[in-house]
């Protein structure tokens, strides 16, 4: 059935209506409630066919009706309007997230304001494809170094390597010069196998203490790569959550993370991605949506935040919000980039 500009209407406003009510939506709301230019027995009969076509349901035979996934799905694709965020919650942003360190962190900060200004769940993706900057070796003491790893895209790692022989103080910058004219440019993922290779070529007599650099690199930047910030304590006042069997499964979906985690992968080729409730294939996810969005330009993303919480979820504010997040990100990683390989040079 391909729907009117009636039935379209009719649709918005129940979808829009139950997102801030979450309760069943009826005839009679909608004509009271939002002015309908239609006669309640009208209004009774399209939801009746939206129902029957699978946009509406209804939950209990005396009650009024409630989106069903395909609603939801028709409404984000053709019937929301994007809001406009209030100043109060671009203040927030602008005032939290503020362009200090790296980008990794700012990311972090970034999802941890999308969470609680939409006290919802929020998982930030780091992206592994990321480019090498800079390396750079410091001694901590005799059998202890830091090695500080910058990436083309701004983002700053650190991790500590435990030696097993010594090595001159002398010989630190003529090893750092070394790695940063082979290892320039090298994917982080593959680092500490280029690395390998960069010892048997050229660093045969520091192969030990590289060993235990590669070593700990390979550990450092194999960790998990998704920070979810879990805000439960606001999801579980939501509505949907009254039902304590329902919030200690969400709990425990949250917990564990795999599910949430490889749902997500499957959209990580989408600037914008909506999985709504069973698109997911999830069992688990059935009553869940989630929206997720990939910070920085276009062709070279930083990271994905992805914010997860009942199909029930205003997806206005949601990519309004994500949005806003992602144009500041534009703004401002730029000209960090620039500025810590001009440093660099």
Do not use: W
């Not at 005396?62 to 799905?73: D, Q």
């Not at 100043?87 to 980008?103: A, C, R, V, W």
């Not at 939409?118 to 070796?137: N, Q």
């Not at 929206?291 to 205003?314: A, F, H, Q, Y």
């Amino acid at each position: 059935m391909k729907l009117d500009d009636r039935k379209k209407k009719i649709l918005s406003s129940v979808i829009e209506d139950y997102i801030v009510s979450a309760e069943p939506v009826g005839s009679k709301t909608l004509v009271d409630k939002y002015h309908l230019k239609y006669s309640s027995a009208t209004i009774r009969n399209d939801m009746k066919l939206l129902e029957e076509e699978g946009y509406l349901e209804q939950p209990h035979v005396s009650a009024g009706r409630i989106p069903s996934t395909k609603g939801y799905r028709y409404y984000v694709d053709n019937l929301m309007k994007e809001k406009n965020l209030s100043m109060l919650d671009i203040n927030y942003i602008d005032n939290t997230i503020t362009g200090y360190g790296d980008t990794e962190k700012l990311l972090e900060q970034a999802a941890d304001v999308v969470s609680k200004i939409l006290l919802r769940p929020t998982v930030l993706t780091l992206k592994s494809a990321d480019l090498l900057e800079h390396i750079k070796i410091v001694k901590i003491s005799e059998k202890l170094l830091l090695v500080v790893i910058m990436s083309q895209n701004g983002t700053v790692k650190d991790c500590i390597a435990k030696l097993t022989d010594t090595i001159p103080d002398d010989k630190l910058d003529e090893l750092s010069e070394v790695l940063n004219k082979n290892l320039l440019g090298t994917p982080l993922e593959n680092l500490h196998i280029a690395l390998n290779k960069v010892i048997e070529n050229e660093l045969k007599k520091f192969s030990t203490i590289l060993g235990d650099i590669s070593e700990s690199i390979r550990y450092g930047l194999s960790k998990e790569t998704k920070t979810l910030n879990a805000n439960v304590e606001s999801i579980l006042d939501l509505p949907e959550f009254s039902d304590i069997e329902k919030a200690k499964n969400f709990v425990n979906i949250l917990s564990t993370k795999e599910i949430i985690d490889s749902t997500i992968d499957k959209i990580k080729e989408e600037k914008l991605g909506i999985v709504i409730g069973s698109e997911s294939k999830e069992i688990l996810l059935k009553d869940y949506t989630i929206v997720s969005l990939n910070i920085g330009e276009e062709n070279k993303p930083v990271g994905k935040i992805s914010v997860i919480g009942p199909k029930r979820m205003d997806y206005s504010k949601t990519i309004a919000t994500l949005k806003y997040i992602n144009n500041k990100f534009k703004n401002l990683l730029p000209t960090e980039s620039k500025d810590r390989r001009e440093k660099n040079e």
